[in-house]
């Protein structure tokens, strides 16, 4: 669980600040990409990926949590 929700969690944080970001946007209005307008299906992509990252780095740590335990 430790490994998989870090891994999750790197993952959709790497994601989610790429798509904020928008590297491949570009518009007539801002030289920055991320000045442009998000698309409908860019917003949701990044949404998805915050979700992962919030339940991955919970996963992460009943994972953690769960190794201090000792079971007799």
Do not use: H, K, N
């Amino acid at each position: 669980m430790l490994v998989g929700g870090t891994s999750l969690a790197v993952l959709g944080a790497v994601v989610s600040v790429v798509f904020f970001m928008q590297p491949w946007r570009t518009c007539p209005d801002d030289d920055v990409p991320a000045g442009c307008p998000m698309l409908p299906v860019d917003a949701a992509v990044m949404e998805a990926a915050m979700v992962v990252t919030l339940f991955a780095t919970a996963v992460a740590i009943a994972g953690a949590m769960g190794r201090r335990r000792t079971v007799y």
